[in-house]
């Protein structure tokens, strides 16, 4: 079993803001694998399912970012999990836009969301980091953070977010490369489709024009005239 939790904060002031692209990640896995509806458990909300063989709690801490471990900590020794079986996705200031990497155990590079989990399970989980982007000093970040996406990120954010969802079979089954496979063709899609272009028609050929008869030699006129008075 796998515990996969979004991180986010609560309520709809915060839904579109770039903090809460984990939030969107674990909606989009819940709405495309037929999970069960979200319901308010471990001081969060939760949705069951299953991601090929593997049976799935998806978890949205709603303590707020700076406390998600609290929920965390409780949904993971309530399913009797190890940290290694639980995976964190989160914004990453230190991404571009819509790049992913997996990540096993480490620091917390300063996410308040992920110090949190820290004090209540230690560094050992996994992560899925979504960039994000930076916004150039660190005197902005909080601002950048609790922003709303711009509109010229959509078509990004929605290819992230649809290839985290293609992946999460291969995720939970622990094939990181397979899943950073699903999300990069996503983002980059195949230039050669497979297909051909359609092959021209031939151009009908031109009607045959007549070739004309060569004209008769005086002998020949002089015959037909006698034929035909005898002929009268």
């Not at 909606?27 to 509806?37: E, L, V």
Request: net charge positive; proline share 6%; aromatic share 6%.
């Amino acid at each position: 079993m796998k515990l996969i939790v979004g991180l986010g904060n609560p309520g709809s002031k915060y839904a579109a803001n770039r903090h809460n692209i984990g939030f969107m990640a674990v909606d989009r896995i819940a709405a495309d694998h037929g999970f069960s509806p979200w319901k308010a458990r471990f001081q969060g909300l939760v949705a069951e399912g299953r991601l090929g063989a593997a049976r799935v709690t998806l978890l949205k801490p709603q303590t707020f970012m700076n406390l998600s471990g609290q929920s965390v900590g409780e949904a993971m020794r309530y399913l009797k999990l190890t940290p290694s079986e639980v995976i964190v996705m989160h914004d990453e200031l230190d991404l571009a836009p819509g790049k992913c990497r997996v990540k096993q155990g480490g620091g917390h590079a300063g996410h308040n969301g992920l110090r949190s989990i820290h004090q209540h399970i230690g560094a050992d989980y996994g992560r899925v980091r979504l960039g994000i982007g930076h916004p150039g000093h660190k005197d902005r970040v909080a601002g950048y953070v609790l922003s709303d996406f711009a509109k010229a990120d959509a078509g990004w954010l929605d290819d992230l977010l649809r290839g985290v969802s293609d992946g999460a079979e291969a995720l939970a089954q622990g094939d990181g490369p397979r899943f950073q496979n699903a999300v990069a063709a996503r983002m980059q899609p195949a230039r050669n489709s497979g297909t051909r272009p359609a092959a021209e028609k031939p151009s009908p050929a031109p009607a045959s024009t007549p070739i004309p008869a060569e004209p008769a030699s005086l002998a020949d006129k002089l015959r037909q005239l006698t034929d035909r008075f005898r002929q009268s």
